[in-house]
């Protein structure tokens, strides 16, 4: 477990990984599929979300989501997160 752990801390592109298999497990194919985590950084998780609508959706929902993931890591990791939307063209 603690190998895992110091991956987790020391690595961006395992923690990248890890995130983004818990946040398709956590919460489902519906919200998987509109969105995608860039990265963690300092309990904050960044959030690509490709539709404005699905957006402010999540926003509304960040509460719930962060619990739904802070409770598949099995950790309180996730403090806020941080939507954005990719660029455009």
Known sequence: MG???REWLEDPAARRQVLERTWKR??????????R?????????TVEVT???WAAELKAM??????????ALGQRWITRIEW???PKG
């Open 62 to 71: 960040s509460g719930d989501l962060i619990a739904k993931m802070n409770a």
């Open 37 to 45: 985590p860039l990265g963690f950084e300092e309990g904050v998780l």
């Open 26 to 35: 956590a919460l489902g194919d519906a919200v998987g599929r509109r969105c």
């Open 3 to 5: 190998g895992i752990i």
């Open 51 to 53: 539709d404005p609508a």
């Open 84 to 86: 954005v939307q990719p």
